[in-house]
């Protein structure tokens, strides 16, 4: 019986030209790809620390509600924290996420909430006047990017969608 004869003359496979060529393509790709994921990374990071803030305003103010008493979310340079009428804290201190900071380059202030806090009554509102009331907290990111949280006479809480300009879009 015959064996039939291997042929070495033909491979399977890649040579060492054509992954070299395709290893040059994916760093090109590569190269192109990273500035846009680290733009994308800080406004994602961003929004996140906004939502984190929004998120706690919307626990005080189910809070109030919940247990009929009046609490409020007091803001300071070291982050901020939820707070009994009299001051007790109970939910907090928070700090904003790494490379986030309260907002004071465009000049203002940060927190422009009269006293430095916003209050929720049982009812869910904030005063009308006085410390306590409606204001903003301005955010901003290492990249200068920007988010406003807002709270409304009515005790509505919302943020800005995220802007470079030094002036919110509303």
Known sequence: MMRPILDRTRCDGFSLVELM?????????????????????NSYSTIFAAQEVTSQLHFAKMRAVSSNEPLRVSFAEDGYRVQLADGTTIRGPFGLPTGMSFNTSDGGDAVTFPGGYVTFHPNGTIPLSGNGSAGRVRLISRNNLRIDIIVENGGGIRHTPAYKASSPPY
């Open 21 to 41: 060529i395709v290893l040059a393509f994916g760093c090109v790709i590569a190269a192109v790809a990273v500035p846009g994921l680290a733009a994308m990374y």
